[in-house]
């Protein structure tokens, strides 16, 4: 439960990092990792703010993927970063709208922008997190299968298993998928820059854009960001994927590929959230299977 002066003392903290009093701040509930609050401004001006226990680099990564995506000219839009502290993320607040066509045909454009941006290789420079769970850095693989096989995948299924996230049978397909990835993935293509999490809940509409927020920002392959978007109901998805396709298709047979790239989304809810998850993931697996 957050008090009244547990709120003084977020605002105070607030009010220090941006220079400016706030009139008020007010809790939204969970946010994935931290608490969230809108925050509002003396001088009227609204505020997104992102809470947890004082931590060092608590949000760093966050205000990192954040700031490297919004730095692509042309490229997707993402929240503004207005300042990051030990276990407090302030971000621009963003007024929602629902999807529009216009919208969604300019954040497929914008996408492809972003993907087509250098990435110095595949995986980061250092090690990171998604969701609430540590990100191998997985720098060093000069293609996407074994990038994809060592630095996502099979420490997320050791994670799974060692949670009990999945039976035998689910494992094996997903050992299956792992081994066969060279013949699963498609042409070779470099590293993009990805979201890197880009499930539909960090994609805020407003009347003209989307926004994209929460970041796991690394080189990968762009139909990985791809293949999150329609994972748990993107609106707008066709307009999306079609502007995305005309300002840079994609290879050959992506579609059938899509359900390879979704393993490692729904392994991370796997693992973290246990239930029906385990299963879809040996379902996604023996899909790919049957596909190759």
């Given at each position: ?127 990171s997190v998604i969701a609430s769970e540590p990100l191998p850095a997985g720098n060093g ?40 990835l060279p013949s699963l993935a498609g042409a070779a293509e470099p590293p993009a820059l ?56 994609l290879a050959d047979g992506w579609q059938q590929r899509i359900a390879v790239h979704q ?30």
């Amino acid at each position: 439960m957050v008090t009244e002066d547990d709120s003084q003392r977020l605002a105070d903290r607030v009010a220090e990092l941006t220079g400016t009093p706030l009139a008020s701040i007010r809790p939204l509930g969970g946010a994935g990792f931290g608490r969230a609050y809108r925050a509002t401004a003396d001088d009227g001006s609204e505020l997104f703010v992102k809470a947890t226990e004082p931590l060092p680099g608590a949000f760093d990564h966050e205000a990192y993927g954040l700031r490297r995506l919004g730095a692509v000219a042309g490229g997707a839009r993402t929240a503004a970063v207005v300042a990051a502290d030990d276990g407090l993320l302030i971000l621009e607040w963003v007024d929602q709208a629902p999807a529009g066509h216009a919208a969604a045909a300019d954040f497929g454009r914008r996408l492809a922008v972003t993907h087509a941006a250098a990435a110095t290789g595949f995986g980061r420079d250092t090690d990171s997190v998604i969701a609430s769970e540590p990100l191998p850095a997985g720098n060093g693989y000069d293609n996407w299968p074994d990038f994809y096989a060592a630095a996502r995948l099979t420490p997320f299924l050791e994670r799974a298993v060692a949670r009990g996230r999945l039976d035998d049978r689910d494992r094996r397909s997903l050992q299956q998928v792992i081994d066969k990835l060279p013949s699963l993935a498609g042409a070779a293509e470099p590293p993009a820059l990805l979201h890197g999490d880009l499930w539909s809940g960090n994609v805020l509409w407003t009347t003209d854009e989307a926004v994209l927020i929460d970041p796991a920002c690394y080189g990968g392959h762009r139909e990985t960001d791809l293949a999150m978007l329609p994972l748990f109901g993107l609106p707008q998805l066709d307009v999306v994927l079609a502007s995305y396709q005309q300002q840079a298709p994609l290879a050959d047979g992506w579609q059938q590929r899509i359900a390879v790239h979704q393993l490692f989304p729904l392994l991370v809810h796997a693992v973290i959230f246990g239930g029906s998850y385990g299963a879809a993931v040996g379902d996604t697996a023996r899909a790919c299977l049957r596909s190759s």
